[in-house]
């Protein structure tokens, strides 16, 4: 075949390589951005009415598979949260709000829901109805008990598992499955934001994008190949362009047959050489970078077809819920900020003495505790302050699996730089309110905690008078203080681990220290006797995976010092804490002083082998008066 042919047909195959790398290199692409499609999908939630708040059911935040991302824009600050259906709806069953549903035919509903009698109301018995003022008939306790709560901001509260706040314009990125629900509003007050959608991204499969991008780069480097080699080819192969007379001498004559730069050449005619060489090298490198971005633009992996089989994923070990148990009253994440939230409020009651802040944040035991630490620091300039709550890392969180309120957390937390542990017990009274702190304590150094249920399926709370473990929880602080004041003559003893027991064993000592020194100053006319109680604190119990019960009990140790003959008089000698909290330093009939004991068991189910094991404890004195 002649040269010219042979340069002819490279050409065309060139060409033709050419024009169909673009064209699916072309159809590749467009798959990726023209003919994809829109990449996400967005639902506006109209709100004609006008009310404080708006909740959007879980239904609607699951219309589409997906991630989920909440925009609300309203002029000043707005606030969303979200929570599971229940606790969202009992929250706001004594206001009016704005609801959004979604119906059988897959349309969003919105409707306002009033106030529920009942629970704004206080479920007051008939009789107390009737036998009301007729004033008040005019006047519904309802209606009042609305317009006391109207208002009631929603920002950080316990119920929520999590919250968001910006001004203007709320974005607020979610994964809700469908028990959650989304509370919008702005501060309670005024109208929740009326302009909220919510926006999905869509999952559009380009199956043939890539390879069509690929093959079109591989075509587009073959019609390269081809040209370059016609070119070559023709250079190579071509004669003298004309017959005739030679040449004079003088005209360069271009000889080249092979690449040899040193034959045959002048050196005008090698300058043109490179030159063209020069441009067929910078048009081979155009395409070749050309093809690469393309590559990378289908490079994901939505744009290749999936030709195995659909991956099946790896079985993991689950905890199966027992049937019909409640759902766990909080998260750890939600624990973890509830907690941290006590801890500061509690710091900075501790640093005002104000008792009135604590109470917002403790009760029981672990708030008596507190408010005689107020007191003794107010008239004594070193007494010490009490230990802060521990709040992280949150180690260890048991929820009450329990629908209803009051609902609690057991829960425990480290402080990496004592290295110590604290347990504790925190309550939420009703949907309105702030979990408080009822009971805490330090673990022993060597405590190992029982079996417990995870986080996310939480323990059914154990009845006080339960009779499926060792001890019902009613009867523990009983049991145990009779242990304390009689040992190994109590009917209890042998219901209780002795070994490890850093509790018994402090408080043995002690009064062992008291009776020594009180031989010393008054033994002849004077009498110290201790004793052990249950305290007024009720008992709370979560149970455990192997039929225990992790017990909280409150105890009290009690000192009486009195005379023993008429002329005698106590006296709290340098005992500050016992004169400030008596309001005197000496008396005839002698001083009561009681402490404080909060402590945690491991009380086991009957048919097992163990003892009641103490977890923890904290000792801290409650009152100090005269007797009468």
């Given amino acids: 075949m002649r040269p010219g042919k042979v340069f002819f047909v490279r050409f065309v195959w060139a060409v033709a390589a050419f024009v169909l790398a673009n064209v699916m290199i072309g159809a590749g692409i467009a798959q990726r951005t023209i003919f994809q499609g829109p990449r996400t999908e967005t639902t506006a939630i109209s709100v004609e009415e006008d009310t404080p708040y708006l909740l959007i059911d879980g239904a609607v935040l699951n219309q589409m598979p997906g991630t989920q991302t909440l925009r609300a824009q309203s002029e000043g600050d707005i606030f969303a949260s979200y929570g599971r259906t229940a606790d969202m709806e009992a929250w706001l069953s004594d206001a009016t709000y704005t609801h959004v549903t979604v119906n059988d035919e897959g349309e969003l509903e919105t409707a306002v829901v009033e106030p529920e009698v009942d629970a704004v109301a206080g479920d007051a018995p008939a009789d107390d109805a009737a036998e009301a003022p007729a004033d008040a008939a005019e006047a519904p306790a309802a209606d009042d008990a ?35 629900s989304v509370l919008v509003a702005a501060d309670g007050t005024a109208p929740a934001p009326s302009k909220v959608t919510v926006t999905w991204p869509l999952q559009s499969s380009t199956p043939w994008a890539g390879p069509l991008i690929v093959a079109g780069g591989i075509l587009m480097a073959v019609g390269v190949f081809l040209y370059i080699l ?11 362009r004309r017959k005739g007379l030679p040449l004079p001498v003088t005209e360069p004559i271009d000889i080249a047959i092979d690449d040899d730069d040193g034959k045959g050449v002048i050196s005008s005619q090698r300058n043109t050489r490179r030159a063209v060489t020069t441009g067929r090298r910078a048009f081979a490198v155009l395409p070749v970078v050309a093809v690469s971005a393309l590559l990378f633009s289908g490079c994901s992996a939505d744009a290749w077809p999936q030709l195995g089989p659909t991956p099946t994923p790896s079985p993991t070990a689950t905890v199966i819920a027992p049937e019909g148990q409640q759902a766990p009253a909080v998260t750890k994440a939600q624990a973890e900020r509830i907690l941290t939230r006590i801890a500061a409020t509690v710091a900075d009651a501790d640093a005002a003495m104000d008792g009135d802040l604590a109470d917002t944040r403790l009760e029981g035991a672990a708030l008596a505790a507190r408010d005689t630490n107020y007191k003794l620091r107010s008239a004594i300039a070193d007494y010490p302050a009490p230990a802060p709550i521990l709040a992280k890392p949150l180690e260890i969180i048991l929820p009450q699996a329990y629908d209803e309120w009051p609902r609690s957390v057991i829960a425990v937390a480290d402080d990496d730089e004592s290295k110590t542990s604290s347990i504790m017990v925190m309550t939420q009274a009703d949907q309105w309110s702030e979990y408080k702190l009822s009971y805490i304590a330090s673990l022993e150094a060597s405590t190992t905690l029982p079996d417990l249920a995870p986080a996310y399926i939480g323990a059914p709370q154990v009845e006080p008078d339960s009779p499926f473990l060792l001890l019902p929880p009613d009867e523990v602080a009983a049991a145990y203080a009779d242990v304390i004041n009689n040992g190994e003559q109590s009917t209890y003893y042998d219901m209780f681990e002795s070994e490890g027991d850093q509790l018994r064993a402090s408080i043995a000592a002690d009064r062992q220290r008291r009776l020594e020194d009180f031989k010393k100053t008054g033994e002849s006319t004077a009498s110290l006797e201790f004793s052990s109680a249950p305290g007024v604190q009720a008992p709370f119990a979560l149970q455990t995976v192997e039929s225990g ?5 409150n105890i009290n140790e009690i000192d009486i010092a009195k005379p023993t003959v008429p002329e005698a008089v106590i006296k709290a000698g340098e005992n500050t804490s016992v004169k400030t909290l008596a309001g005197a330093d000496q008396s005839a009939t002698g001083f009561e002083t009681t402490f404080s004991d909060q402590v945690f068991f491991y009380v086991p189910g009957p048919g097992s082998n163990e003892k009641i094991r103490l977890l923890g404890y904290s000792s801290d004195i409650l009152d100090a008066k005269i007797l009468p």
């Fill in 549 to 553: 019960a992790i017990v909280a009990v």
């Fill in 146 to 180: 609305a317009a006391a709560d109207a208002g009631r901001s929603p920002v950080g509260s316990d119920l929520w598992l999590d919250e968001y706040q910006q001004t203007d314009l709320l974005i607020a990125p979610l994964q809700l499955p469908d028990g959650m």
């Fill in 230 to 240: 016609g070119i070559r080819h023709a250079r190579r192969k071509r004669g003298p």
